[in-house]
T-cell receptor
């Protein structure tokens, strides 16, 4: 079967750093992606890791360890607008999403 | 370059009616995914299609649900004899025809309400 596990909720303070973890178990694997979704909106792509290591895009970074079937999304200098749900997704022959992590940001 | 277009944005159907949800992928994208999302929940995979071919429908309910992506025109997700439990947001995403392409682009979704 295929499964992706991520925390259901995370709370952090504005200006801080937060890490959202994702572990996966899938039959095939090309890479791990992260998507952001605001309430009532569509998911939007944030980052992709096809190889082990860290990918950085502005305030957001994503990490992958294929041997551990593990990745994380790191958000720095949190802003209130970062309050959203974050989904990890595995690409094999299709794209499978985790259940999402709701990020709450406190002022 | 227009993004993924879904219509209608909101759809209300009475129990027993049919719902037709449309998705036009981004220009140049030949692969389409459909996902269902219940409030406060994740994106549940339903079906993966390319033009005139269903690649993977392992997430589709066995009855009442069908999907197509014809050679011409949008992809259609069809729900026959809708029930209250079908009320959800249905998202379509498109991508180019290779697994090497890392990003899927989502439409704004169709919010289906069954009354």
């Amino acid at each position: 079967g295929q499964s992706l596990e991520q925390p259901s909720e995370v709370t952090a303070v504005e200006g801080a750093i937060v890490q959202i973890n994702c572990t996966y178990q899938t039959s095939g694997f090309y890479g791990l992606s992260w998507y952001q979704q605001h309430d009532g909106g569509a998911p939007t792509f944030l980052s992709y890791n096809g190889l082990d290591g860290l990918e950085e895009t502005g305030r957001f970074s994503s990490f992958l360890s294929r041997s551990d079937s593990y990745g994380y999304l790191l958000l720095q200098e949190l802003q209130m607008k970062d309050s959203a749900s974050y989904f990890c997704a595995v690409r094999d022959d299709k794209i499978i999403f985790g259940k999402g992590t709701r990020l709450h940001i406190l002022p | 370059n227009a993004g993924v277009m879904q219509n209608p944005r909101h759809l209300v159907r009475r129990r027993g009616q049919e719902a037709r949800l449309r998705c036009s992928p981004m220009k140049g994208h030949s692969h389409v995914y459909w996902y269902r999302q219940l409030p406060e929940e994740g994106l549940k995979f339903m079906v993966y299609l390319q033009k005139e071919n269903i690649i993977d429908e392992s997430g589709m309910p066995k009855e009442r649900f069908s999907a197509e992506f014809p050679k011409e025109g949008p992809s259609i997700l069809r729900i026959q004899q809708v029930v209250r439990g079908d009320s959800a947001a249905y998202f379509c995403a498109s991508s180019p025809p290779t697994v090497l392409h890392t990003e899927a682009f989502f439409g704004q979704g169709t919010r289906l309400t069954v009354v």
